[in-house]
């Protein structure tokens, strides 16, 4: 067994990374590529075309399947440790109301619209009476809420518009969208892990944020001074990543809730001492040189997809309600906060883009069993997703923040035609 | 299970980082620490002593067991590709022959008397007539075979004598030494895994190396052009790990060699690269945040020790024989090639340091099962001896090359004296 998981892992870093960069040569981001190279080698679309020969990595048949399972969640554990590192609190707090306005309509829109396309396809509306379907809708609904927040930085960074307000702001209500989401995952998750108490578990989970923040005060504060006496020596990164494992463990064993959420807030705990950027980006180079690949590719290597009609349909209505609900949601609520129609446009398209906090939910959901036995699987529909909105997001923003900046110098160039001044150059 | 695993980690990476840096301060090597912690944390010595609950970390009981023997195995091929990336082709052309002398014997003299003197253990020499003896006394010699180069580098640098002629021989034997007990190690596991077939085991041995280095040649091209063209590019490590896990793959499953070996040589195909250090960077990083300590831990976590005096006569002989086998044969073979007698006793103890690579090559007997049921467990005795010559290579060094500047000084101060010119400043 541990001989067939090194063959193993060196077939998924290799489909993972070359179809990675083919993603990436079509503008698309490079975990679309990890995701489609696990179900490429692995067993989900060709035993069901007769193709078994096709199947190169099947970690059920030949017991490779724990390791994966142990590597892709010490990936994803990584991931969202790395998100919370890249946090920027004080940027947070600057742009706080208008961006938290945006981040909860962005995450309640969609999550309503797709809880209730959703329950259409179980069955109608009603159907959400039955605490099982309502919690599958739910879930659905859960998927769509997480903005990708690399994206739009690449997106805002290469057209010179990271620093504007809107820029800013859409930032930090994409970091802040995630908390949210991964705090109603966790509820969710932990409603339909059993007990089904919501009292109880909205209690576990304002406990864990209150220990979690207790704790990390010293514990930053702790790192301040390891990083002042031991600026960039190996123990710094390797104390970082042991409080990351000590969170997830203790968000999930003692408080029921999802570990990632506590590899999420182990990440803010640290994410302000002078080494934050070395730690992260130590965790950085496991994560991409063994984890991650791991962790997306599993995702494809564990599912097993039969596309018909049906399931096509339901994808692409996942798709729409993923769009409009972000975009619908987001830019109304920048219109609250007074930005003109073209910013709110902007915060609504900026928010658009899904990504690896996506395929980490529907990981998380699927494999807490919720659509076992359903006629719903998510994978596909969160890729789709993931294509379309990273494909629009960019090419949306350009055209906003062209027209917005077309607009500016006519407004200026008008300025200076009342008062006979010569147009400012462009 | 996944989340255990997660407690765990953080428990094996802050208890072996601590003891490492204990060891560190105390002069000795971290894996010296990082072994003791596996001991201390794991259920070897407490159960013994009615001290159950002093136990954190128990894999076989917990059920993490396989996913601790994964990541052990990927940080042992991570351990040997990353010394095969550090291999300087051209020193060990330069210093070939006697250096090659100087390993074999390094080899082959620790590698008699460790099996002569276990055989003394077992019921004596006779008993060696009993291929399962022969077996077991064979790897107790095997483990004392492999010099250190990491510790004997440091001392050298240290003083400023790795460039001298003797420094750069031992360096150069040091490495062909790892090479040698690698393929010894091979062929006496190749024969204890059933067959017994010596004359297939060392063909399967030769054709493995015909068809790595025939393929390595192609491989090496491929990196050399791809290294220009894509320097540090995050593909350049992950293809060199895909490379290494390959070739570990193929030693194992299609040679029946130790798959250490074959990481061993992906490390030489691509140690001449254009991007090698870079490649060696990015490995040791995965290597040391994580996979390093489960490995080095998970050979403490695996063993339960019972002390009394046999096991410490053992533990005593055989670090004995370590010593006076790796002086003896360094010394005298070095004395062979006209080193005069300190250069020669330099060889030897320069030769004398054991350290990562004893453990390796110690945890592959244990769990290739050839100690099952047997009286002698070389876990303690490996760490004896690489507590003790850890300490001995350097100060030995140390004074040897003390005497010699001596020596020297004297003798151009005896030139100085007979043309009547002041002393050389020291």
């Known amino acids: 067994m541990t001989t067939q998981i090194l063959l ?21 981001p490079q975990v679309v590529g990890a995701v489609l190279a696990g179900l490429l080698i692995g067993p989900a679309i060709w035993p069901g075309l007769g193709l078994d020969f096709m199947v190169l990595v099947n970690p059920l048949a030949d017991g490779t399947i724990d390791a994966i399972k142990v590597l892709a969640e010490i990936g994803v554990v990584m991931i969202l440790f790395s ?35 959703t329950s259409l396809f179980l069955g109608g509306v009603s159907m959400l009476a039955d605490p099982e379907v309502l919690i599958q809708c739910l879930c659905v609904g859960i998927i769509l809420t997480a903005t990708s927040v690399g994206i739009t930085v690449e997106a805002l960074k290469e057209m010179g518009k990271l620093n504007t307000k809107i820029g800013q702001t859409v930032l930090s209500a994409a970091i802040i969208d995630d908390v949210i989401g991964i705090v109603v995952l966790s509820v969710v998750l932990s409603i339909s892990g059993g007990g089904a108490d919501v009292g109880h578990t909205l209690l576990m989970t304002v406990l864990f944020f209150v220990c979690a923040i207790g704790l990390g005060i010293p514990i930053n504060m702790l790192f301040k001074k390891l990083s002042q006496k031991y600026d960039h020596k190996r123990r710094i990164p390797i104390f970082g990543l042991i409080v990351c494992f000590l969170y997830a463990f203790c968000a999930e064993r003692l408080f029921g809730i999802a570990d990632i959420t506590g590899a999420y807030i182990a990440g803010i705990v640290l994410c302000n001492v002078k080494d934050t950027s070395y730690i992260d980006r130590k965790i950085g180079i496991n994560s991409y040189m063994l984890f991650s690949p791991v962790f997306f590719a599993s995702i494809g290597l564990t599912t097993s997809i039969t596309i018909d009609a049906s399931v096509l349909l339901f994808a692409l209505c996942f798709a729409l309600m993923g769009i409009i609900g972000k ?25 658009l883009a899904r990504g690896e906090v996506a395929l980490v939910v529907c990981n998380k959901v699927l494999s807490a069993g919720v659509f076992e036995g359903s006629i719903i699987d998510p994978t596909l529909p969160t890729i789709l997703l993931i294509v379309t909105t990273s494909l629009l997001a960019p090419i949306g ?10 607009m500016e110098n006519g407004r200026i160039q008008g300025m200076y035609d009342r008062v006979g001044q010569p147009p400012l150059d462009k």
Do not use: H, Q, W, Y
């Open 8 to 28: 193993n892992l060196a077939i998924i870093l290799f489909a993972t990374k070359a179809l990675g960069m083919i993603a990436r040569r079509l503008g698309l």
């Open 327 to 351: 975009v619908v949601g987001c830019a109304g609520l920048a219109k609250c906060f007074k930005f003109d129609n073209t910013d709110s446009l902007i915060a609504g398209v900026g928010m």
């Open 397 to 406: 923003l350009k055209l906003l923040f062209g027209k917005k900046d077309k």
């Open 83 to 117: 998100a919370g590192l890249e946090t920027d609190l004080k940027e947070l707090k600057r742009t706080g109301a208008a961006a938290t306005g945006i981040a909860l309509a962005g995450v309640f829109v969609p999550l309503v619209l797709g809880t209730v396309v």
